[in-house]
């Protein structure tokens, strides 16, 4: 297949500003040209990925969603860069035999209808905002079999009610190092911003007194403030936005893996990085977690916003056999696995065309 990445438009590819949109699209399309697939991604200038083939395009970033109110109207920046990447995508499209969207935005859902080419939509999130829950769902209708969603929690949020593809996600595991006897210490992995949740992570830690490692970049300088003023005590220690080497020296030694979020997971990232290192994971029993992490088996899932929960499950880590973590990353979520997954479904996008 002759293929078009298009990136997330809220920060260029490598900034970790797109989150797990930007590890997904890079392990994506990695494996689709190992499998001989041609390929052209197109992300915002400044992109770092370059051992892609990329075309850089200039203009100014989208809002996130996740920063949005619910009814906001549609918001473009003055010389927007999702319009500038459609717009190239628009003019380069006989070139390709489909296009696939990474973004989560309005306008590559709208466009669909006026490309003679087929795009297919990975949707990256959970419902936010009603723009997006009207627009999904027509899409899925008119264009049956194009969009993709990582869980069928994610796809419930839209009101979802069609067969649709559930492409879960993985990861190199080559990447991330096996490590038995880890130490006494936890980790927290994500962007630092309050859908995250990260306080409940650091009151669990202040109340068990263990370590907590916490990586992501740092979105919200005024939300990691309160937290550090509101546990002066917790032993938490931020160490930053990590490469995936140094990330995973750091995660790989940990006892568990804490996953705090206040909002609709779509998939968590985090879960298969943990898992791939055989570190069990504690997640809220809300959203994507709920379907990737099998409670008793590869971690435990908690009471959503419950600190309670998670202290008891700290204190039942060990519990948790770290090799079958690390099996369960190996037979799920390797990027083999998602390739099979992600080939078949645009198979399936250019049969039905």
């Known amino acids: 297949?002759?293929?078009?990445?298009?990136?997330?438009?809220?920060?260029?590819?490598?900034?970790?500003?797109?989150?797990?949109?930007?590890?997904?699209?890079?392990?994506?399309?990695?494996?689709?040209?190992r499998r001989g697939h041609q390929l052209q991604a197109i992300a915002p200038a400044n992109s770092t990925r370059l051992d892609l083939p990329i075309v850089q395009i200039p203009g100014n970033y989208q809002p996130m969603a996740q920063n949005q109110e619910r009814t906001?109207?549609?918001?473009?920046?003055?010389?927007?860069?999702?319009?500038?990447?459609?717009?190239?995508?628009?003019?380069?499209?006989?070139?390709?035999?489909?296009?696939?969207?990474?973004?989560y935005d309005w306008l590559p859902f709208y466009l669909t209808p006026f490309f003679r080419k087929p795009i297919a939509h990975l949707v990256s999130m959970g419902s936010l905002t009603n723009a997006i829950d009207q627009i999904i769902p027509q899409i899925v209708k008119q264009f049956p079999g194009t969009v993709a969603f990582r869980t069928k929690t994610?796809?419930?949020?839209?009101?979802?009610?069609?067969?649709?593809?559930?492409?879960?996600?993985?990861?190199?595991?080559s990447l991330y190092n096996f490590c038995l006897e880890p130490k006494k210490q936890l980790a927290w992995l994500g962007r630092i911003a309050p859908e995250k949740g990260l306080e409940d992570a650091v009151a669990a830690a202040q109340i068990t007194n263990i370590p907590l490692k916490i990586m992501g970049r740092m979105q919200d300088n005024s939300y990691w403030e309160k937290i550090c003023s509101d546990y002066p005590d917790?032993?938490?220690?931020?160490?930053?936005?990590?490469?995936?080497?140094?990330?995973?020296?750091?995660?790989?030694?940990?006892?568990?893996?804490?996953m705090t979020h206040r909002?609709?997971?779509?998939?968590?990232?985090?879960?298969?990085?943990s898992l791939a290192c055989g570190v069990p994971v504690i997640s809220y029993r809300r959203g994507g977690p709920g379907e990737t992490v099998q409670d008793g088996v590869?971690?435990?899932?908690?009471?959503?916003?419950?600190?309670?929960?998670?202290?008891?499950?700290?204190?039942?880590?060990?519990?948790i056999n770290r090799y079958t973590c690390r099996q369960e990353a190996e037979s799920k979520f390797s990027v083999q696995a998602l390739g099979d997954r992600f080939e078949k479904w645009l198979y399936q996008i250019l049969k039905i065309q």
């Open 1 to 33: 297949m002759k293929l078009i990445f298009v990136s997330t438009p809220v920060g260029s590819l490598g900034s970790g500003v797109g989150g797990g949109v930007e590890l997904s699209l890079y392990n994506a399309a990695q494996e689709m040209l």
């Open 72 to 103: 906001e109207p549609i918001i473009m920046p003055e010389n927007p860069v999702i319009a500038n990447m459609w717009e190239y995508a628009r003019q380069v499209q006989d070139d390709c035999d489909l296009i696939v969207n990474f973004a």
């Open 154 to 173: 994610q796809a419930q949020t839209f009101g979802i009610e069609e067969e649709c593809c559930y492409l879960s996600n993985g990861i190199d595991l």
């Open 234 to 258: 917790a032993p938490i220690e931020y160490l930053g936005f990590l490469s995936t080497d140094k990330l995973q020296q750091v995660l790989r030694e940990c006892q568990g893996l804490l």
């Open 263 to 273: 909002w609709v997971e779509a998939f968590g990232n985090v879960v298969i990085e």
């Open 298 to 319: 590869t971690g435990f899932l908690v009471e959503p916003d419950s600190v309670p929960g998670l202290v008891e499950a700290i204190a039942r880590i060990d519990e």
